[in-house]
């Protein structure tokens, strides 16, 4: 049952670099989003997607872009980090409506 | 801006003990849930109230749903070193979608044995 699943676990940049945070689904679920968890802050919202082609912005969007070209896949991309960007992310899809979301295991970046 | 305060932000307690943790808002939700999340792990359900005034068990752990949709608790009777870990309220607004849902700033709980 391998259910949302994150790669990588662990990244380190440096400031300015771009990379890609993968996140993969084998629920079939239409909504997906990204989420960033900092100390005493909770879960904030980044991108998220109602269906393949839909894409659109959370509560902390800047500096992040994704997109959704299959139910299966929802990749967040980090166009030139930013020390600002050091924090745990979590991918989480739903089967919809106010269902319960499934998160992946989160992948840890840290921005030097 | 935070939208779900809860509190306390940290609780330390002995197993046995009997504790509440709460989550308030100024702003009104369709429905409520609960994660546990545990160090390494992404955020699990524990349950979803919808109803103003409900109330859930889950063994030990009770959820109340506030009578104007604003606020939750959680009560864990007799807490077990398995109770540890990071417990998130998280509100779904009129009209929003699930994963829009409001994440609270979140309780860390350790249990000793």
């Known amino acids: 049952n391998a259910g949302v699943t994150q790669t990588p676990k662990f990244q380190v940049l440096k400031t300015g670099q771009s990379m890609t945070l993968q996140c993969a689904q084998d629920m079939n679920h239409e909504y997906m989003s990204w989420y960033r968890q900092d100390p005493g802050m909770g879960l904030r919202l980044i991108h998220y997607s109602v269906g393949a082609g839909i894409t659109d912005q959370g509560e902390v969007p800047n500096g992040y872009n994704v997109s959704r070209s299959t139910t299966e896949d929802f990749p967040l991309r980090l166009l030139s980090a930013a020390p600002s960007q050091t924090s745990v992310y979590f991918c989480a899809s739903s089967p919809g409506g106010r269902e319960k979301l499934f998160f992946g295991s989160g992948t840890q970046l840290s921005v030097l | 801006t935070q939208l779900l305060e809860q509190s306390p932000q940290f609780l330390s307690i002995q197993e046995g003990e009997n504790l509440t943790v709460y989550c308030n808002s100024s702003?009104?939700?369709?429905?409520l849930q609960w994660y546990r999340q545990e160090p390494g792990e992404g955020p699990v359900l524990l349950v979803t109230v919808v109803t103003g005034g409900e109330v859930k068990k889950l063994k030990r752990l009770t959820f109340q749903f506030g009578d104007a949709r604003k606020d939750s608790s959680l009560h864990i009777t007799a807490a077990q070193p398995g109770d540890t870990g990071l417990y998130l309220c998280a509100g779904a607004r009129y009209g929003g979608a699930t994963n829009k849902l409001i994440f609270g700033t979140g309780t860390l709980l350790a249990v000793q044995p």
């Open positions: 702003s009104v939700f369709s429905s």
